[in-house]
């Protein structure tokens, strides 16, 4: 599986992917934050999981989500956040 996840990645980092939305399961969030360490990165691609893209457009703030607790950053996503109605 972490084969796939990270053939993934890097797909999504070559076509200028930010965000990386899941049905389930958090291979992909551990990939992300395993792949930004191994190539020096500061930012890594932000893996997010339907429900909580879902949450996130009814207007739920990413606390209320979970995404503070994700391996790799989302930081940013909440970040843009700010503002935006829902």
Request: aromatic share 4%; glycine share 8%; proline share 3%.
């Amino acid at each position: 599986m972490l084969a796939v996840a990270r053939r993934l990645l890097a797909v999504a980092r070559r076509v200028g992917a930010a965000i990386v939305v899941l049905f389930a399961g958090n291979s992909l969030d551990q990939e992300a934050a395993i792949d930004a360490v191994d190539f020096n990165r500061d930012e890594s691609l932000a893996v997010l999981h339907l429900p909580q893209l879902v949450g996130l457009a009814l207007g739920f703030e990413p606390g209320e989500l979970g995404m503070n607790r994700h391996i790799a950053s989302t930081e940013w996503v909440a970040e843009r956040l700010v503002g935006v109605p829902a």
